[in-house]
């Protein structure tokens, strides 16, 4: 696949030759976006490096270096000003043919890996017949949109959802059962024959037993016992209670995969705590063979403490006092079956940042005890919390936990208000029907927006009116910036315009060339979103690219441009805008409607 060099390193180049030919060090060179846009459009700082260096006014420096750069194809303006800058301005023709080529080049003339890697992402992490909750929405949003950036920047990327299957929830529901409905042949321990195919539950009473059984174990520690007593016999195998969870599963995760395609993420594994189960035993001998785990109060533990620690690092736990796995345990197995099965070169896992220090633990642990490779990479991104305008994690008005699909209904029905509003200004009819499809898209990216243009472990206020704003840093800014970019090619063809025939003409005002020159950072933007797994990156770039497409729209008159070849230049640009926009919300995990 053919690649660009990112604009920055190529402008660069040409101003460490500049550097070497008045005699000086080409490392100087760098080039920089500048920090005065009022006065250029790059920088380069080095003159001013140079000076110590070379025992010379940094000021000299920078004009001999402009005088080598007076003929330059790359810099139309080069002004070395005090007390040492070089202030730089890009020749159009240089800009358009890159942007030219960009529109030719597969992913924006994004860099593929010579060697890909193979990353495990997981994410999402919900817990089996408890119902889904905005705690899980960040990691399930983030997840999704590393994934797709990860992908496309073109590793080998497998999702894992990895549920939280195996815990004493199981236990809690099965003895509720047990108290409901004893004559169920589940609780028959002589019973030999098939279990019923159906489950003796639907989702809805699910979602009520948990919940019952979790207030009464906390009330009534004779239940509890029993609870964690199931879940154990669970665990250990019994058949009865092995049928229930099955139940369990079958009919949770029917409804976990609706709730998480509503939000239009997708896991290549639906793995869990359960799937390692049979692994541990194995694994706990090792460790104890191998010399690092030992019996300490009656648990089984692995230091994990450094030399280096400033802050307490309790030993990782293996297994309980009773003999009990726990979710280090699990996560441990998972690592150790993941290397098995696909070598992994980095494990990626996002959840809620108040779980940094079992990871720190899980993670020390599995390098100590050999379970992954010196070199595999092991990350953890800690998310932070979606609060309330209370500053407190997000609640329902009476001050209950959320549900993921209330959230979502909350936003759609806020949604579906804006278009009408939006419809009445216009004065157009709203088709209901439309308009519920299109306050779906467009409440998702105000959703997947909102939470990704912050930087994954801030927390950050889930503010209704602010996130499905029309206006400022926004999703549905975003969408509609794609929509009036659409509409206008879409008139430009119908006044008999080919968009296939638009070549980018050099820009003729400061707005186009602004526009042009954010879409030129377009490359180095999605390459950095992936290294640094900043999904937020994107966020601020296409929000940048928005204002200055609309910067230039609101300037320019596009389609009543007498100037054919002018007139196509522009649509060239709005349509590489558009393919770019589109592009990164994509990497962002939403899509654009076709109208707003
Ligand atoms: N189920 C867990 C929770 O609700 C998240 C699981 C994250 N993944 C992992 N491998 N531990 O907090």
Request: charged fraction near 30%.
């Amino acid at each position: 696949m053919k690649s660009m060099q990112k604009l920055l390193d190529q402008i660069s180049e040409e101003m460490q030759k500049a550097f070497e030919a008045a005699g000086y060090d080409g490392e100087l060179g760098k080039v920089t976006l500048s920090n005065r846009p009022d006065l250029c459009e790059y920088q380069c700082n080095g003159a001013m490096a140079g000076a110590k260096k070379y025992h010379k006014a940094p000021l000299m420096i920078a004009q001999e270096v402009a005088e080598k750069l007076a003929d330059s194809e790359v810099f139309g303006e080069v002004s070395a000003v005090a007390p040492g800058f070089l202030n730089l301005k890009l020749k159009e023709g240089f800009v358009t043919a890159y942007l030219n080529e960009m529109r030719e080049t597969e992913k924006f003339g994004l860099t593929m890996p010579v060697n890909p890697e193979t990353i495990i992402i997981d994410y999402g992490g919900a817990n089996v017949a408890k119902p889904l909750h905005v705690g899980h929405l960040r990691p399930a949003i983030i997840g999704e949109s590393i994934k797709r950036i990860c992908r496309y920047a073109g590793h080998d990327v497998i999702g894992d959802v990895h549920l939280g299957d195996w815990g004493l929830q199981m236990g809690l529901i099965i003895t509720e059962l047990k108290k409901r409905q004893p004559e169920l042949p589940y609780f028959d321990e002589a019973y030999e024959g098939e279990y019923p195919a159906e489950a003796p539950f639907t989702i809805s009473e699910l979602e009520e037993i948990y919940p019952t059984a979790s207030a009464k174990a906390k009330e009534d520690d004779a239940y509890k016992a029993e609870a964690l007593d199931a879940t154990h016999r669970l665990q250990d195998g019994e058949r009865g209670y092995r049928a229930i969870w099955k139940h369990i599963m079958a009919v949770s995760i029917v409804d976990l995969k609706k709730n998480y395609t509503n939000l239009d993420v997708d896991f290549d594994l639906w793995k869990g705590e359960s799937d390692v189960h049979d692994l541990i035993p194995g694994m706990v001998e090792r460790m104890k063979a191998d010399g690092f785990a030992y019996e300490s109060d009656g648990a089984l533990v692995v230091d994990v403490k450094e030399e280096s620690d400033s802050k307490e690092m309790p030993p990782c736990i293996i297994l309980k006092s009773d003999g009990a796995a726990l979710y280090s345990t699990t996560d441990l197995a998972t690592i150790m079956e993941r290397m098995e099965k696909y070598n992994p070169d980095k494990m990626i896992y996002v959840t809620d940042k108040r779980q940094s220090l079992h990871f720190e633990q899980v993670f020390r642990c599995a390098r100590k005890t050999g379970l992954v490779n010196d070199d595999t990479k092991l990350i953890h991104i800690g998310n932070g919390t979606m609060n309330g305008s209370d500053g407190k994690p997000f609640k329902t008005r009476e001050g209950g936990v959320m549900r993921l699909e209330n959230l979502i209904r909350e936003i759609n029905e806020e949604m579906i208000r804006k278009i009408h509003e939006n419809a009445g200004e216009k004065g157009y009819q709203v088709d209901e029907a439309q308009a519920a499809e299109t306050a779906r898209i467009v409440g998702l990216a105000a959703i997947k927006y909102g939470d990704l243009s912050n930087q994954a472990a801030k927390d950050y206020i889930f503010d209704m009116d602010r996130f499905t704003s029309f206006e400022g840093d926004t999703g549905p800014y975003i969408l509609y910036t794609i929509v009036r970019i659409k509409s206008i090619l879409a008139k430009y063809e119908e006044q008999g315009g080919k968009l296939t025939d638009a070549v980018i003409q050099e820009a003729t005002s400061v707005s186009e060339k602004s526009l042009m020159l954010e879409l030129t950072k377009c490359n180095a933007v999605l390459e950095a979103a992936c290294e640094e797994t900043a999904p937020h990156k994107i966020c601020a770039y296409i929000y940048d690219l928005a204002n200055a497409f609309n910067h230039f729209y609101h300037e320019t008159k596009i389609l009543t441009e007498e100037d054919e070849q002018k007139k196509a230049g522009w649509i060239a640009v709005l349509a590489l805008t558009q393919e770019v926009l589109e592009t990164c919300i994509d990497l962002l995990g939403f899509s654009a409607p076709e109208r707003m």
